[in-house]
């Protein structure tokens, strides 16, 4: 069993005393000390076992021996760098292209999804000579000063006038709450027609694209599935004015996505983007990424007479462990896992979903899977006060899950790859719990005919506190009833930062746009101007 240096106390203190105040911590009233993790659980000081929702890093398990083992065996023989010839770097370089299209064939290996995302800029501009990125509203790329530029999620928290004058915001293509609903003829085509008229408009102004950037499925943007057919209308806009697509599988590469092995795939395999870029699960929680592209943006890249150096990137430990990897998601069926626990799970969610008022929506692929929870399912109102208390409630349950979207409002599934039917289970019959305590203390429901409101509402425990809430309908929550909700704890990360910043007073960063506000008028099938 792992052993502590310090009690928690004396980290929480030696944390605030050496640690910069801007890097938060997940549940920072009371904080988890975690010492060890295995497969999909992590263990706290005490040994407590938490089952993990939310570690997209650690792919293919927590501390999976195979990884270990090839890191050690790698780490005794040698590392060094990629100015040495050495096996493991071209072995692994043939292994990771060998999954994508044979277009995408040259590697640059990096440390982090940053540095993939900030070299892919890099790589566009020097390719197309434009220097003009087009980006969607709620994207996040990374924290480099160059990716925080082209990331609404990051600088809209800025004081007005943070967005670049070589930025273009285009719309998330949301069909749930954004511009074009499910029950648009052709959301694809209406949100790429957006894309189109700001680059029509930008070329007005003397602007030349360079790209377009885009998460092949937004994570911090609220598990937004882009509609089958988008990312190919884009691209053709984009290549029809010299830029590139750079699809950032980030978040959701190597097999999340169950049928695919890359979630740019789900939009058909006549869709290829010109620059890829990975990171996160690509080493189980060891630092490295990388990008991908074609000879011919390579060769550009070169011409520029500068060397592309990287003192860490594509050593023979992280080339090593990055082997071991693509092989256990192989040998264990992962991304198999992905689809038959990710479908499950989804059924359990829909059938929550019939009983329960609060889920507006369930969307996802494989073992990425957002529950948009609303106030409201007319109007879609959404419920950031009764996210974050079902957050909270599953701590207190060892399960940890994390919210996010442009509202925080968004449960957000994106676990290990070991992930089990019999988790899904556990976490579902948890959530329903916690929402039956919710709707029993406001009296609210998903109405039928047997179906009658419950007229005395329960005691619910919020953070220490003895009070009940009051009996209300779930529209009146957002008040001064929930606010004891809203903030008794919030989960604060790089990915989902203080609830009290204007990342929560915005409902759209550099477009007009409505998400739910309903005096803004129908928003399926037509475009909305205010």
Not at 71 to 77: C, G, S
Not at 194 to 205: D, G, M, R, S, Y
Not at 384 to 412: C, F, T, W
């Amino acid at each position: 069993m792992a052993t502590e240096l310090f009690n928690k106390q004396q980290t929480i203190q030696l944390r605030h005393r050496h640690i910069g105040p801007s890097c938060k911590v997940f549940f920072s009233k009371d904080p988890l000390k975690i010492i060890r993790a295995q497969g999909q659980y992590m263990y706290d000081e005490n040994d407590t076992k938490f089952l993990d929702c939310i570690n997209n890093v650690a792919h293919v398990g927590h501390s999976h021996p195979d990884v270990v083992q090839a890191a050690v065996r790698q780490m005794e023989l040698l590392n060094t760098n990629s100015r040495f010839l050495h096996d493991n770097l071209v072995q692994y370089a043939k292994q990771l292209t060998a999954t994508l299209p044979p277009k995408l064939s040259v590697c640059y290996f990096v440390n982090s999804g940053s540095e993939a995302n900030d070299l892919a800029l890099r790589l566009a501009r020097q390719y197309t000579g434009h220097q003009d990125i087009i980006t969607l509203d709620h994207a996040y790329h990374g924290h480099l000063t160059s990716l925080i530029d082209i990331s609404p999620y990051k600088f809209c928290e800025l004081p007005s006038g943070a967005q670049k004058e070589f930025v273009h915001v285009a719309p998330s293509p949301d069909i749930y709450r954004g511009r074009y609903r499910e029950d648009h003829p052709d959301p694809a085509s209406a949100y790429a027609d957006e894309v189109n008229l700001l680059i029509q408009e930008a070329q007005k102004k003397g602007r030349k694209m360079a790209a377009f950037i885009a998460e092949s499925m937004q994570s911090c943007g609220g598990q937004i599935i882009p509609p089958p057919g988008y990312f190919q209308k884009v691209a053709q806009y984009v290549h029809n004015v010299g830029g590139v697509f750079i699809a950032d599988e980030v978040q959701v590469g190597f097999g999340r996505v169950g049928k695919r092995f890359w979630a740019f795939q789900l939009q058909g395999g006549d869709f290829v983007p010109d620059i890829i870029t990975m990171g996160k699960p690509i080493g189980n929680g060891h630092p490295m990424s990388c990008v991908v592209t074609t000879k011919e943006i390579a060769a550009a890249f070169g011409a520029s007479g500068l060397e592309y150096f990287n003192t860490f990137g594509g050593n023979p430990v992280s080339c090593a462990i990055g082997l071991a990897v693509l092989n256990i998601i192989e040998k264990e069926d992962l991304c198999g896992n992905a689809s038959k626990v990710g479908n499950y799970l989804i059924d359990l969610l829909k059938e929550l979903q019939a009983k329960h008022q609060l889920i507006g929506d369930i969307r996802g692929v494989g073992l990425f899977i957002g529950v948009d929870l609303v106030k409201d399912r007319e109007k879609r109102t959404p419920a950031m006060a009764e996210a974050q208390y079902i957050i909270y409630r599953l701590k207190e349950q060892n399960i940890l899950l994390s919210a996010d979207g442009p509202h925080r409002n968004v449960l957000k599934f994106k676990p290990p790859m070991c992930f089990t039917v019999e988790n899904a289970k556990f976490v579902v019959e948890k959530i329903g719990g916690i929402l039956s305590d919710l709707e029993k203390g406001t009296r609210v429901g998903v109405p039928n005919e047997d179906s009658k409101s419950v007229a005395n509402g329960l005691p619910l425990t919020l953070s220490g506190s003895k009070r009940k809430l009051p009996q209300a309908n779930i529209s009146e929550l957002n008040s001064s009833r929930i606010d004891e909700l809203r903030y008794t704890e919030a989960l604060q990360s790089e990915e989902t930062p203080d609830e009290n910043s204007n990342h929560y007073n915005r409902v759209l960063c550099g477009q007009q746009q409505s998400s739910y506000h309903s005096e803004h008028g129908a928003v399926s099938g037509k475009r909305i101007r205010t």
